[in-house]
């Protein structure tokens, strides 16, 4: 949804950002970046009736129709540019506010969010043009919780393996998921690919339709490895872990076919946080074609 001059766009309002907060080491932290931008943070739920009532005041949609966006975009957080206010769900767990104050914070320094977000019409906060400023502002907030091309160089020295995700995770003070799903796209250029998926052991939520949460590749991965789907890494993932209350749970490899159909050995290994399986795919080698002999 995001092309290549819009993305040059936001890291460069990132890193304006970044630079002129003074933030230029890990971690990056939301309440740094709140105090410099004059920004103030509340918490809401979206169960009170009020609310609807409050930013019927403020974008003038009616609350009908606001409605329907929340269930649409599913509506974690709410930006209200005349008062320089961001409205979070205080129902949300502590991983998800932070990610959704980031998402919003990025709103706020794309200056060509600012004036949808200030219309008085149901029209500008549409659904479907909604998605295409989510998912830059998701975009965005993924580089402001990693310091853009500081995490990657970072990410680059150090070896492609969970080992590696425990440090980048206690150095930038972010969760497993937000910094496997940066390392894997924004590290070594080889095929890797995240998992986020329902153990084997356990019932699928009922606000996901599959058993997987998220997919996410590198680039080299959807090049070479398109014809790849997660159903079959995740076959793979439930013939090799151990029910356990939380930690390691597999270290395994595992074969996987390229575009021109030749196999490849990857390594995996997957952790438990208690709520999802977080398995890191990486590249190992190509295997060799065995001749017949007769």
């Known amino acids: 949804m995001i092309d290549d001059q819009t993305r040059k766009e936001i890291d460069k309002a990132v890193v304006k950002t970044l630079k002129e907060a003074g933030l230029r080491e890990p971690p990056?932290?939301?309440?740094?970046?709140?105090?410099?931008?004059?920004?103030?943070?509340?918490?809401?739920?979206?169960?009170?009736?009020?609310?609807?009532?409050?930013?019927w005041h403020h974008v003038k949609v009616k609350g009908r129709i606001l409605s329907k966006i929340k269930e649409k975009i599913k509506l974690a957080a709410v930006?209200?540019?005349?008062?320089?206010?961001?409205?979070?769900?205080?129902?949300?767990?502590?991983?998800?506010?932070?990610?959704?104050?980031?998402?919003?914070?990025?709103?706020?320094?794309?200056?060509?969010?600012?004036?949808?977000?200030?219309?008085?019409?149901?029209?500008?906060?549409?659904?479907?043009?909604?998605?295409?400023?989510?998912?830059?502002?998701?975009y965005g907030a993924s580089a402001l919780m990693f310091g853009s091309g500081v995490f990657t160089r970072e990410a680059r020295d150090i070896s492609p393996e969970w080992k590696s995700i425990e440090l980048l995770k206690k150095r930038y003070e972010k969760s497993y998921v937000t910094t496997l799903r940066r390392y894997v796209q924004f590290s070594h250029e080889i095929p890797m690919a995240v998992i986020v998926n329902t153990p084997w052991w356990k019932e699928k939520p009922d606000d996901q339709e599959h058993r997987c949460r998220h997919f996410v590749c590198s680039?080299?991965?959807?090049?070479?490895?398109?014809?790849?789907?997660?159903?079959?890494?995740?076959?793979?993932?439930?013939?090799?872990?151990?029910?356990?209350?939380?930690?390691?749970?597999?270290?395994?490899?595992?074969?996987?076919?390229?575009?021109?159909?030749?196999?490849?050995?990857?390594?995996?290994?997957?952790?438990?946080?208690?709520?999802?399986?977080?398995?890191?795919?990486?590249?190992?080698?190509?295997?060799?074609?065995?001749?017949?002999?007769?």
């Open 28 to 55: 990056f932290l939301i309440h740094d970046l709140l105090e410099f931008l004059k920004i103030d943070r509340d918490f809401y739920n979206l169960e009170d009736p009020g609310l609807l009532r409050r930013f």
């Open 79 to 138: 930006w209200l540019p005349d008062r320089d206010r961001i409205y979070v769900d205080s129902s949300l767990p502590a991983p998800k506010q932070e990610w959704a104050s980031f998402h919003d914070v990025t709103h706020t320094i794309l200056k060509w969010h600012r004036p949808f977000f200030l219309g008085d019409t149901a029209q500008t906060l549409h659904p479907d043009f909604q998605k295409t400023l989510e998912a830059e502002a998701n």
């Open 219 to 294: 680039d080299s991965f959807k090049t070479r490895f398109a014809c790849v789907t997660r159903d079959h890494i995740i076959s793979e993932i439930d013939n090799n872990t151990l029910q356990r209350v939380g930690g390691p749970v597999g270290d395994f490899t595992l074969c996987l076919p390229d575009v021109n159909g030749d196999n490849h050995e990857f390594h995996a290994e997957s952790f438990f946080n208690r709520h999802y399986l977080l398995t890191l795919v990486v590249h190992f080698r190509k295997l060799r074609k065995v001749g017949l002999i007769y």
